[in-house]
């Protein structure tokens, strides 16, 4: 089984649907990087499956599946024990969702005394331990989060997530806002803790490049709705979706010998304007007169694949059902 | 040295700032001694992180500040002698800010902000001033031209907005346009879009650009010359290409690693993670606290950039192969 199963999820904000029914799943020991750009829904859809929505966003379809327990209808009491021991979350720009008036050992503390209490010896081992899987010197516990740099924060942000070993881990744009060498210090970081504690995770990002070299498997965002679903390896090598493919070429091999970017022209749709066909087609390179009337549907492989465009079901017919 | 004229030539600039921490009064060193050129229809890319003092750079530069140390000629005449002309020096060197959704007044429509700077600086009247807003607006694709013309920044996206930016900084026919990250708020499929305005704008209306960046990558594909800033200094430059494909200096090289590179094997980019929080004292190598390759000598004596085949690099490593710079003030 699965460990986390989102089933036709959908959200809103009022009149607006940002995540229009979306469905994937998460294996044991996997990272799912969910990608794609602003108001694609990324963000709306980790937080939702978080149960972190705030009004006047809401859940107003679908099952979040999370070790067999739909977390869909769960009530905040309902949910306490998940938190945190189970789900935990890395926000986006970790600095910000630190208290800034509590020591970093405070913060450790209060997460481990609402959650799961241990006795004052432990919980000091405890914290020396996290700060050290990030390579935060102990000295730096009894330190206020303005005295640490961005990418210290970062990592404390994630030793905390990691506290109590949940199972799962949602990454909300977490390199996001931090130094090129800071990110790439937090990626290789994250890689060496997965192979430790086996935690799965969520890697929601825009940035494609570093989803790639984290991720086993990615989700493509656009307007609100998955476009693909792939491998990680695969979707590097043969991105099937138009989006997918021009997102990618925006990621250029860095040791090329010639480098040159073309982007996308035009921008994303206007989620209050609903309009038939494919939200993409406005700015896709290779749309057919369908892709204007009808909204392609996403359409999943048995391995958990998927594509929603028409092109792609013309050109490969049977492989997606 | 080249025959043509600069037209911005920062001559070992230093900038210090005062701050006040534990209550104790720092002198924190933004820039030090920095020293580049432009030249007419150039791109000079200023690439560093946080800190590495590219912004305040960029407030020398446009008169905002000034510096502790050193001198700033535009156009053959010092910036402290343009400071009594400021309005003239203001019409010839505009900017294009990081957040155009900051950077816009959301009450004004798009008519409006481009035909103040085309009142202020060159007093056009109202006949003329619809022509050339029209043609400014062409320049920088924002069209259909009367689709745009009396929109409000909340109407606009990202890449849109940043075009109206970048249309108000040439209302005033620039000769030097200062760019301080003026892609990184926008997503990337419309990065490309900018760059490749702000390059035919270099083309087309013969500005010059310096484009201030943490992006090798873009820093790259757009400019003519990369200097490569860490904690005020130049530790690399040289031209783009070069810099950014085979730098020199264990910063730069450090950068060019860190760049997300899914296509590159893991040890390619794998980095040491047991320097990234290090910070130099003050002397020696600012960079030096970090740098895998640090030697005794690192601590002791700051290193001049030397020429080290195409590039100029600041590092002791070089000391053996490279020649010494000297600069031959005229």
Same mark, same amino acid.
């Given at each position: ?321 | ?16 700032? #005062?701050?006040?921490? $534990?209550? /104790?009064?720092?002198?924190?060193? @933004? ?5 580049? %050129? +432009? =030249? ?75 035909? #103040?700077?085309?009142? $202020?600086? /060159?007093?056009?009247?109202?006949? @003329? ?5 029209? %043609? +400014? =607006? ?81 820093? /790259? ?110």
């Amino acid at each position: 089984m699965a460990l986390l199963a989102v089933e036709n999820l959908r959200v809103t904000y009022g009149a607006v649907e940002a995540v229009r029914n979306v469905s994937f799943h998460l294996d044991r020991g996997q990272i799912l990087g969910i990608v794609g750009e602003s108001g694609s829904g990324k963000s709306t859809l980790g937080y939702a499956i978080a149960k972190l929505l705030r009004p006047p966003g809401q859940i107003v379809g679908g099952h979040v599946w999370f070790d067999g327990v739909d977390l869909v209808p769960l009530s905040e009491l309902e949910l306490k024990p998940i938190r945190w021991r189970e789900l935990a979350v890395v926000m986006q720009s970790g600095m910000n969702a630190l208290n800034p008036v509590a020591p970093i050992r405070r913060q450790f503390e209060d997460a481990i005394l609402t959650h799961r209490p241990m006795g004052a010896k432990a919980m000091r081992e405890r914290v020396r331990e996290m700060l050290a899987l990030v390579n935060i010197e102990e000295r730096y516990a009894d330190h206020y989060p303005h005295e640490l740099s961005g990418g210290m924060k970062q990592r404390v942000a994630i030793a905390l997530a990691l506290v109590l070993e949940p199972k799962l881990i949602i990454f909300d744009e977490p390199t996001t806002a931090l130094d090129v060498v800071v990110q790439r210090y937090i990626v290789q970081n994250l890689k060496a803790l997965r192979e430790r504690y086996h935690f799965s995770a969520l890697f929601i990002s825009h940035d494609l490049g570093t989803v790639l070299e984290i991720a086993d498997r990615v989700a493509v965002m656009y307007a609100g709705r998955l476009v693909e679903v792939q491998d990680a390896r695969s979707l590097l090598q043969h991105p099937q979706h138009p989006y997918t493919q021009a997102l990618l070429s925006c990621f250029p091999d860095p040791r090329a010998d010639h480098i040159e970017v073309m982007g996308i022209p035009g921008s994303p749709p206007d989620l209050a304007d609903v309009r038939p066909g494919c939200p993409f087609a406005p700015r896709c390179a290779q749309i057919i007169d369908r892709c204007w009337r009808e909204t392609p549907a996403y359409l999943a492989s048995p391995d958990g694949n998927g594509v929603a465009c028409h092109m792609v079901k013309e050109r490969e017919g049977s492989a997606y059902v | 040295m080249s025959d043509v004229r600069a037209i911005l030539d920062v001559k070992d600039v230093a900038k210090t700032y #005062r701050t006040r921490r $534990n209550g /104790r009064w720092q002198v924190v060193h @933004a820039v030090r001694g920095v020293s580049f %050129r +432009i =030249l007419p229809q150039h791109i000079v890319a200023l690439v560093g992180e946080s800190g590495s003092g590219k912004s305040t750079i960029a407030k020398l530069v446009t008169a905002v500040e000034r510096p502790n140390q050193g001198q700033i000629v535009f156009d053959g005449r010092p910036i402290e002698e343009w400071r009594r002309h400021l309005r003239a020096y203001r019409r010839q060197v505009q900017m294009v800010f990081q957040d155009p959704y900051a950077a816009l007044n959301p009450l004004n429509t798009v008519r409006y902000m481009i035909g #103040r700077p085309l009142i $202020n600086y /060159r007093h056009l009247g109202q006949d @003329a001033l619809s022509d050339e807003i029209r %043609r +400014i =607006l062409e320049t920088v694709h924002l069209t259909p031209v009367d689709e745009f013309m009396e929109k409000l920044p909340f109407e606009l996206s990202g890449g849109q907005l940043q075009r109206v930016v970048t249309a108000r900084a040439l209302a005033s026919e620039p000769r030097l346009i200062v760019a301080d990250e003026p892609v990184s708020m926008l997503d990337v499929s419309i990065r490309a879009e900018i760059l490749r305005l702000l390059d035919e704008l270099r083309r087309q209306q013969g500005v010059s650009l310096l484009y201030i960046t943490h992006d090798l990558i873009s820093a /790259r594909m757009l400019a003519d010359e990369i200097v490569v800033l860490y904690r005020g200094t130049v530790v690399e430059e040289g031209a783009a290409l070069s810099v950014a494909k085979n730098p020199r200096h264990p910063y730069t090289q450090l950068l060019l690693r860190s760049i997300p590179n899914p296509w590159a094997p893991p040890e390619e980019t794998a980095i040491d993670l047991s320097r990234i929080d290090r910070t130099s004292d003050e002397g020696g190598c600012v960079f030096r606290a970090r740098c895998p390759h640090v030697m005794d000598r690192c601590a002791q004596e700051v290193p001049p950039l030397r020429r080290v085949e195409s590039q100029q690099v600041a590092c002791w490593l070089y000391e053996a192969s490279g020649v010494a710079v000297g600069r031959s003030d005229p």
